[in-house]
């Protein structure tokens, strides 16, 4: 069996999609923000502000490294996990690219009182940024074997779209 990897920008609902997605398959379920806090003992925000971006994404390259090995994970990534070319060719190794978007406006509303996204902090005009830092990562999402709109869709109803791909994709032997 191979891993089931969410990318896509923040505020699409890769962590609580991959949740229902894990539970329905009965997979594990990992966050690799999570991991990447987990192995440093800071939170994301800390890393960002006292080692900064590049130590960041170090972290998080070692972590999917780790998650490529294994089998079986529905892996919800950060949403610039993409833009580095050794994660993709990691993840996709040993998984599929399941890539959740969802429109600007939607994803401003989604994650507009959230004080955890430390490329989004501080800044001014945050619907500008959400959309240039859209436009600036669409290429990098592109690597996705599949894509599903979430800005008007519930959770399980994403989950229920991934399974219906998974079932074509796997040929009827997923639940």
Known sequence: MINIVLIGFM??????????L???????????????????????????TRDGEIRFRSEERIV??????????V???????VLDPENVANLKKNGILICLSADPETIYYR????RHRPLL??????RRRIGELLIERAPAYQVADFTVDTSRCRPDEVVDKIVDYLKI????SIK
Not at 64 to 73: D, F, I, S, T, V
Not at 169 to 172: M, P
Request: hydrophobic residues 35%; positive net charge; glycine residues 16%.
């Open 169 to 172: 994709y796997f040929r009827g």
């Open 11 to 20: 505020g699409t609902g890769k962590t609580i999609v991959g949740k229902r």
């Open 75 to 81: 892996i919800a990534t950060g949403g610039g996990a």
């Open 121 to 126: 902090d501080g800044k001014d005009d945050l």
């Open 111 to 114: 994650v507009k009182g959230k």
């Open 22 to 48: 894990a539970a329905r398959l009965g997979w594990e379920f990992i966050d690799t923000d999570s991991e990447v806090e987990q192995v440093t003992g800071k939170t994301i925000p800390q890393i960002f």
């Open 64 to 73: 999917m490294q780790k998650l490529a090995l294994r089998q079986c994970l």
